[in-house]
């Protein structure tokens, strides 16, 4: 006979929020994809890393889904010492790889940051790389600490099995550690880039709205903080299975945030284009037209193309794009002409000895500036 039965008691509220979570970054997943593959047409690192978090989360969710099946949520007096027995065992499944999705997530979100970075700025991205992988590192220790909590392992979720679990402080202490360094480096995540663009030269309006769109890794940050204080669960074993179903909720809620808030800022494009489309046939329909307007969003995005000195002053290179080996152009987050990062660069000339009066070799000096 099936030990199953189905989610009931707040495993039913925990299944309602999770799966909600899911189809939004399923939505701005797909949206980002598109983005990526019919606007800006150029993949990069960032969206692999959010695809295999989204793998990740997805198996997550499977666990959890499963673990629900079997009572998670439920009071332990209300179950079966089988079905205790399997909703702890999934339930901590699902928590081991929704850590390491959070991990990920903010590896994708610093590689989405790295594009918006010259050449010069190499400290700067060394900076967000070592907050992203300082969190994947103390993930990690933090999955071996709830494996190895137990001994046998087994006996992690089936307390009739001789053995000891006398590593469930020390896995408590560890957890209170990577809640609130993971909390931290949402912070940093999130607050860096806003500073980073209020710095920037450009419209008021666009400075705000992409400060507010990078920006929402806070929320992440709070439901780090809110998972932490709900940390104190792991020691309630007298009713597991209800007191898990809470912690797992905030756990679960800030790996679909992380995974969430790393979409956003990339679809920028995406909006653009709609916002575009939407007003011009609202001009359409009413008689207006742009006379001032020429060509489309989706022609001033372009991938891998020369710098033009017609279209910008010289020494500048539009916001979100960045030089390669062979100087070539990437435009990563706006197509807005009026976002602007200068670049100064030195020039130098000398007279050769086999040269003419007049003639002159050039080259590219640090001393004087153009």
């Not at 989405?112 to 060394?126: A, M, N, S, W, Y």
């Not at 916002?275 to 609202?282: D, E, G, I, L």
């Not at 001032?292 to 372009?302: A, H, I, P, V």
């Not at 891998?304 to 062979?326: F, I, M, N, Y």
Request: charged share 15%; net charge positive.
């Amino acid at each position: 006979m099936s030990v199953q039965i189905g989610p009931g008691g707040y495993g039913t509220t925990l299944l309602a929020v999770a799966w909600a979570e899911f189809a939004i970054a399923l939505l701005l997943l797909l949206a980002r994809t598109y983005t990526t593959w019919r606007i800006t047409r150029h993949v990069k690192i960032d969206l692999h890393l959010t695809l295999l978090t989204f793998a990740v989360a997805v198996t997550s969710m499977a666990f959890l889904t499963l673990s629900i099946t079997y009572g998670l949520g439920e009071h332990k007096n209300l179950l079966s010492p089988e079905q205790i027995s399997l909703s702890i065992k999934w339930s901590w499944m699902n928590q081991v790889l929704a850590i390491f999705a959070i991990a990920l997530g903010k590896l994708a979100i610093v590689a989405f940051l790295q594009q918006i970075h010259g050449p010069e700025d190499r400290g700067k991205v060394i900076l967000l790389w070592g907050v992203a992988l300082s969190n994947l590192v103390i993930n990690t220790i933090t999955i071996g600490m709830i494996l190895t909590q137990c001994t046998p392992r087994h006996k992690l979720w089936d307390e009739e099995v001789p053995g000891k679990c006398d590593g469930r402080l020390r896995n408590q202490n560890t957890a209170y550690f990577q809640g609130s360094w993971s909390a931290l480096c949402d912070l940093i995540l999130a607050l860096y880039p806003v500073v980073f663009f209020w710095n920037v030269r450009l419209n008021i309006r666009v400075k705000v709205g992409l400060c507010v769109l990078m920006g929402l890794g806070v929320i992440a940050c709070v439901c780090s903080i809110v998972k932490t204080t709900y940390l104190q669960v792991l020691s309630e074993t007298h009713d597991p299975t209800y007191y898990i179903a809470q912690l797992i909720t905030w756990n679960e809620t800030e790996m679909w945030v992380v995974l969430i808030v790393g979409c956003i800022p990339p679809i920028r494009p995406l909006l653009m284009v709609v916002f575009h489309k939407v007003v011009s046939t609202a001009r359409s329909a009413t008689g207006r037209t742009d006379k001032n307007r020429t060509g489309t969003e989706l022609q001033s995005y372009s991938h891998a193309s020369r710098p033009q000195a017609k279209s910008r002053s010289p020494g500048t290179t539009q916001l979100g794009s960045s030089l390669d080996a062979k100087d070539s152009e990437e435009n990563i987050l706006s197509p807005d002409a009026n976002i602007v990062k200068t670049t100064d660069f030195s020039l130098s000339y000398e007279t050769g000895s086999t040269s003419h009066p007049g003639d002159y070799q050039s080259q590219v000096l640090p001393n004087e500036r153009l």
